[in-house]
């Protein structure tokens, strides 16, 4: 697997070195500019908004001339910050988003001022597990951030994504190991080779299913953007940060978008491979042609991420927890289970590919059909449950809840007491059935 | 030159890009000092007093860590059995199902505990 295969990388002369850097760099930032100018374009078309329209023409120029604005505003420092550490998380964000796109492929071997080079800084055999490594390391930029802010809703916000992240970093890392096992690698440049014939999204569609969910939840964007509900946490781990620190972290947020779907590029869409009936001209996957490929891809994702954030609310933390670590992780441990047996089954040759398929597929229903009985079973206890509570909402009704006066809720019912009752300071709950059933409830939860 | 150094490279670029934005918000900036301004923000409340280093957290943040923890060493486990799948064969399948099967039972014991409640 080294030698011959990573001959190429690793023997640049300094100064291509340098202009892949320089390249790469440039390409974030104007990628970075470039989607946060589409991101509100497409969301204001969405809501019947006409978006961002007067710097340049169709208001390129807006998120340049944002990040202008913000270098020349106040830097405001709350004087709770930890002064240290609070300076430092914006430049670890910043670093690491870069750095992750050191292994990304973007095109095959190409001449560069009679150099051959592949299109891509540098790989080695465990260049996924690099990318992996850097995305842990960005969430210290959050957490930190959030914490050295020295105030409630940044020390909140952070504690949020951290634990947001690392759950959905599971699902994610699940999900790769399919790719693996089929690629018999974790080089990027080895696994885009593997899927000259067929696109791993194809073959191990679970998979990408579950890397698409996890990779949302893993850059905080909507319908799983929780560390930055505005309406519990003002701006999460970034509410203390101004000008050109915030900007810093707005930056590594976009750039961790472009990372992830060049990551589904890479790892299930063929990397820079051209899509089928492109692929029928023989210089399609020659030349600089793969870098628009690619660059086609990773706009298709972000398209899908504007249009989430478009589309779908924003979901309660502890459906979204539930949902990561009681869905994602068991349905993907289940999935390399049977993608790990057929891949056996077919090295061994014993059975067709179709066969598998077929018995993978009808596990994989038997799997879903178990989980809708236990997901209805829950649903019957979750709606007896509440069937309860609201009997004994409408049983008894307390116009003076916990001393403040409330309205009834429809369903309910106003009771009488006495203002004498009141004034004594006696429990205004009428009904101990009630009592108990709110006893039972508490308990149960 | 060494398949690593070009990561060097870049990120001596980002830092050097990211250090130099910090710094230089410092400067382009106006300063105009008001003393609310330096208070934490708290939607214009007087800010919660916070204890030293942060306070305490609740504790499910630490039981979601620690089961990140288990499961993302299986991760570790399983990524290099992928990779040399092909070879180890049935062997190695047999093995890497028994050792998925201890994490899942440890996993349904912590679903059965509640510990993937987040109320």
């Given at each position: 697997m080294t030698g011959s295969q990573f001959g190429l990388f690793g023997t640049d002369p300094w100064w291509l070195v340098i202009l892949k850097v320089v390249a790469i760099f440039v390409m974030l930032v104007l990628i970075t500019l470039f989607t946060i100018w589409w991101e509100r374009r497409v969301v204001s078309r969405m809501q019947h908004r006409i978006g961002p329209n007067r710097t340049g023409p169709f208001g390129l120029l807006q998120s340049l001339m944002d990040g202008i604005k913000l270098a020349l505003k106040e830097e405001?420092?709350?004087?709770?910050?930890?002064?240290a550490v609070y300076w430092l998380a914006p430049v670890i964000s910043a670093t690491m988003a870069f750095l992750a796109f050191a292994v990304i492929p973007f095109g095959p071997t190409v001449s560069i001022f009679g150099v051959e080079t592949p299109l891509q800084l540098t790989d080695f055999p465990v260049s996924v597990l690099y990318v992996l490594a850097i995305a842990s390391i960005g969430i210290y930029g959050i957490v930190l951030?959030?914490?050295?802010?020295?105030?409630?809703?940044?020390?909140?916000?952070?504690?949020?994504?951290?634990?947001?992240?690392?759950?959905?970093?599971?699902?994610?890392?699940?999900?790769?190991?399919a790719v693996f096992l089929y690629a018999g690698s974790m080089s990027t440049s080895q696994i885009v080779a593997e899927q000259e014939t067929v696109w791993f999204a194809v073959i191990l569609l679970p998979s990408f299913l579950i890397y698409c969910t996890a990779m949302v939840g893993e850059t905080?964007?909507?319908?799983?953007?929780?560390?930055?509900?505005?309406?519990?946490?003002?701006g999460?781990?970034?509410?203390?940060?101004?000008?050109?620190?915030?900007?810093?972290?707005?930056?590594?947020?976009?750039?961790?978008?472009?990372?992830?779907?060049?990551?589904a590029t890479t790892l299930f869409l063929g990397g820079w491979r051209a899509p089928w009936p492109l692929s029928l001209w023989a210089g399609a996957n020659e030349g600089w042609w793969p870098m628009l490929w690619w660059l086609v891809k990773?706009?298709?994702?972000?398209?899908?991420?504007?249009?989430?954030?478009?589309?779908?609310?924003?979901?309660?933390?502890?459906?979204?927890?539930?949902?990561?670590?009681?869905?994602?992780?068991?349905?993907?441990?289940?999935?390399?289970?049977?993608?790990?047996?057929?891949?056996?089954?077919?090295?061994?040759?014993?059975?067709?590919a179709t066969e598998i398929l077929v018995a993978g597929a009808a596990l994989i229903v038997l799997l879903l059909a178990v989980s809708w009985v236990a997901q209805s079973r829950q649903d019957r206890r979750d709606r007896k449950l509440a069937d309860a509570e609201a009997a004994a909402q409408a049983r008894g009704f307390d116009p003076m809840a916990g001393s403040y006066p409330v309205p009834p809720l429809p369903g309910q019912t106003f009771t009488y007491t006495s203002r004498r009752a009141m004034a004594q300071g006696t429990t205004i709950v009428q009904d101990p059935a009630a009592e108990v059933a709110d006893d039972g409830r508490d308990s149960n939860a | 030159m060494n398949v690593y150094t070009p990561i060097l490279v870049l990120g001596l670029l980002a830092f050097g890009f990211a250090a130099f934005s910090v710094a230089a918000a410092t400067v382009t900036g106006p300063k105009r000092y008001n003393r609310a301004k330096y208070d934490a923000y708290e939607c214009g409340i007087e800010p919660t007093p916070q204890p030293i280093g942060g306070g305490r957290f609740p504790v499910k943040y630490y039981l979601t860590a620690m089961l990140f923890i288990v499961f993302d060493i299986e991760i570790v486990f399983l990524y290099p059995w992928a990779v040399a799948f092909d070879q180890l064969a049935l062997f190695g399948l047999i093995e890497m199902f028994l050792f998925i099967i201890t994490v899942l039972v440890v996993y349904a014991y912590v679903w059965r505990r509640r510990g993937l409640e987040w109320d």
């Open positions: 405001i420092i709350p004087k709770t910050a930890h002064m951030g959030g914490w050295a802010s020295g105030s409630t809703y940044p020390l909140l916000g952070g504690l949020r994504s951290s634990a947001q992240m690392i759950s959905y970093e599971i699902a994610m890392g699940l999900s790769f190991v905080n964007r909507a319908p799983f953007d929780l560390p930055e509900a505005e309406g519990e946490l003002v999460g781990f970034h509410t203390e940060y101004s000008s050109l620190k915030f900007a810093l972290f707005f930056l590594a947020e976009y750039i961790n978008m472009v990372t992830v779907s060049a990551m990773v706009q298709i994702f972000i398209f899908v991420f504007i249009w989430l954030r478009g589309t779908l609310p924003r979901m309660r933390y502890d459906q979204f927890m539930k949902f990561g670590w009681k869905v994602l992780i068991p349905v993907s441990i289940v999935w390399i289970m049977i993608v790990s047996v057929a891949r056996l089954l077919r090295n061994e040759g014993s059975f067709s | -």
